[in-house]
């Protein structure tokens, strides 16, 4: 045991990394009535993300003891005062040897911090000195973005590492960062390593077990800026996206542009939206590639919406697959609309792909919907294929896409209710699958399938009557009827509304000649419409 008096002072010395620091009051030639017993701990230096500071000094007193803890400029009178720094024992009532152990909360301020702790006995004193850093022990700023996480001063996220440093974060499951507000302050560009080599970007949430989730919970403003150079390619990977797994939270006013592979619960923006999430004016110029529940913006939407989103970019997958949402589970579509392809692919066994394929939404159940929203791109794929749906209930929606598939076809969804829709497709055609026959063949040009929903209904419907089904004209369509009531090309041009359906009232652009739109501009007749 070192015995600390005045007249050893001076001696004292910098051991490792650690300075030193000790000071007495009432300095003479008697006994000190305290001693330490390790000089190497009386002052550290540590890192942000360390939770523990210069821990086992221990002390021997010859009275009763306390203890105070200056941080800055504020004085505690007791450690538990302090909003980051603790000891414990912070105080003894009688002589004898204890052990210290300084406890700090991790260093989320941006900004060095330091206390002494100052230990008395008998007009004795023992000053302790602990720094903490702002940045973790590989160097990198902890936190990496600036600000409180509140909706007033919300995190700010301005270049690709601070954006993987949240992805960090949530997936380590820190809940610190639950529940905060974020904000891009910039164009962030992920095509440069290490997110565009391998298997890419790693997305900011994850399911690492059946038991086990790390999801992102927050609101994410985009701030109406562009994350570019996506990359994601693991054709393992499940919950693949700008985000993986989103829950109860809002992602909005943002877009993205890039290439997504994965497995399951693939989308350009996110891979699983859960339950009381948002995603909201969020565009995807993302080609998406994956096995099921696979959408240009979000691959499964459970118990929440989308709103005021578009995808551009191609999808294709094995099963549920759509231009914006791959499945869409007790959850809204809304005001949204897509322009690439969207078919059906084999699965990695050889197994015929395409099931429930749509150009908005690839399926949906569980009292979903899918309203004002448009599809312009071409859908192929197995079985229940549909211009905007491959099933579910959709109203106040148009489609101008060709349309494939070996059976249940139709030009707005392949099974489900339909109302106040205008099926604008230029075909409706059968696929040919090898080693696979068919008997029954279900073509129409709105609904191809009438049956697997309860309370079907086809209410105010009209299809364009030059629209080609399995090589036929149809002539005999009804606006409450699974083929729609005719409709020609001179009738769609003389009015922007397309009879009414498509209005201001209801969120849509108008302009005679033009089809309706949703962003304030109008959409350009496809060829076989002019």
Known sequence: MLKIGCNLIKAIAIVTCFAVTTMFSGCNDKEPEIKVEDKKVLSQTVFA?????????????????????????VKSTKSGTTTWVSISPDYGT????????????TNTTRSDRSATITITCNGENIIITITQKATKEDGK???????????????????????????????????????????????????????????????????????VSYDFRGNFNGNNKKVSGLYINNNNLDYAGLFGWVHNCTVQNMSVEGEVVGNDFVGGVVGFVDFGGSIINCFSAVTVSGNRNVGGVAGLVGNSSITYCYATGAVSGFHSIGGVAGSVSGSSIAYCYATGTVSGKDDRYGNAGGRNTGGVVGWVGDGGSVTNCYAMGNVSGYTLVGGIAGGGNVTNCYATGAVSAISEVGGITGSGSVENCAALNPSITRIVFPNITINVFYFFRVVGYPYGFNNIAFINNVAWDGMVVMDEIVTDGLSNNIN???????????????????????????????????????????????
Do not use: C
Not at 64 to 71: L, P
Not at 165 to 192: C, F, P, Q, R, S
Not at 495 to 514: A, K, P, Q, V, Y
């Open 49 to 73: 993300d360390q939770t523990e500071g210069a821990s086992g000094v221990t002390i021997v007193t010859s009275g009763a003891w306390s203890s105070t803890i200056t941080e800055g400029s």
């Open 94 to 105: 009688e002589a004898g040897t204890y052990t210290i152990v300084i406890n700090l909360e």
């Open 141 to 211: 700023l902890y936190p990496p973005f600036v600000g409180s996480g509140t909706g007033a001063e919300p995190y700010l996220i301005g270049t690709a590492e601070q954006l993987a440093a949240l992805a960090e974060l949530v997936n380590e499951g820190n809940t610190d960062y639950n529940n905060k507000y974020y904000m891009l302050t910039a164009d962030i560009n992920l095509d440069v390593a290490p997110y565009n080599i391998g298997a890419g970007w790693t997305p900011i949430g994850k399911k690492p077990s059946q038991s």
């Open 484 to 530: 729609g009531a005719n409709i020609t090309s001179a009738e769609i041009k003389a009015d922007g509304t397309i009879g009414g359906r498509f209005t201001e009232t209801n969120g849509w652009t108008i302009e005679n000649g033009r089809l309706p739109d949703l962003f304030g501009k109008t959409v350009e007749l496809p060829e076989h419409l002019k």
